[in-house]
Structures are given as C-alpha cells and as structure tokens.
C-alpha cells in the first residue's frame, strides 16, 4: 500500500480540524467552569465526588428506567402509566 492510502483525504482532514478546534473549545469551557467552581470555593476533591456520584445516579436511574420497561411490557402498558403507581414524576 501507498503511504498515502492511509491518510484522510481533503474533506475528512478538515472534518477532523472542525472537531479538533470544537474539542478544544469545550476543553477551554470546562477549564473555565472548573476555575470559576474554585473560585467559588469547592475543592478538586469535592468536584471530582460530585461527578462520580452523579454517574452513579445515573447508572441507578438507567437500571430503574430498565425495570419499568421490561414490567411495562410484562403489563402490556406504557412505561409512564406506571409512574403514578410508583410516585414517580414523568420528569424523573
């Protein structure tokens, strides 16, 4: 093979630069959140806490979102017709 048939060519090369220059864009933005956070006073530590209970949540939340649509099933009805049996809000 041709050194080049491994290279990008023109259009997926600038589609790269676009994503490159976005990626870092929002690296810039988080840097900024992070600094404007410590300003406000929370640690590294506290943030960092914050964010691994927030993907825990969210593991939780996914697995009870599961659940209700496999019983849903089960039940032959709409997932969100189980909400109100569970207390849930549709927002949850």
């Given at each position: 093979?041709?050194?080049?048939?491994?290279?990008?060519?023109?259009?997926?090369?600038?589609?790269?630069r676009c994503e490159i220059e976005e990626l870092k864009q929002k690296d810039l933005a988080l840097d900024q959140e992070i600094a404007q956070l410590l300003s406000e006073g929370?640690?590294?530590?506290?943030?960092?806490?914050?964010?691994?209970?927030?993907?825990?949540?969210n593991d939780i939340k996914d697995a009870g979102q599961m659940l209700l649509?496999?019983?849903?099933?089960?039940?032959?009805?709409?997932t969100k017709q189980l909400y109100p049996e569970y207390d849930l809000e549709l927002s949850d």
């Open positions: 093979p041709s050194p080049r048939s491994w290279q990008p060519n023109g259009a997926n090369s600038e589609a790269l929370y640690s590294l530590e506290e943030l960092e806490q914050h964010i691994s209970l927030l993907h825990e949540y649509g496999k019983l849903a099933v089960i039940r032959g009805v709409a």
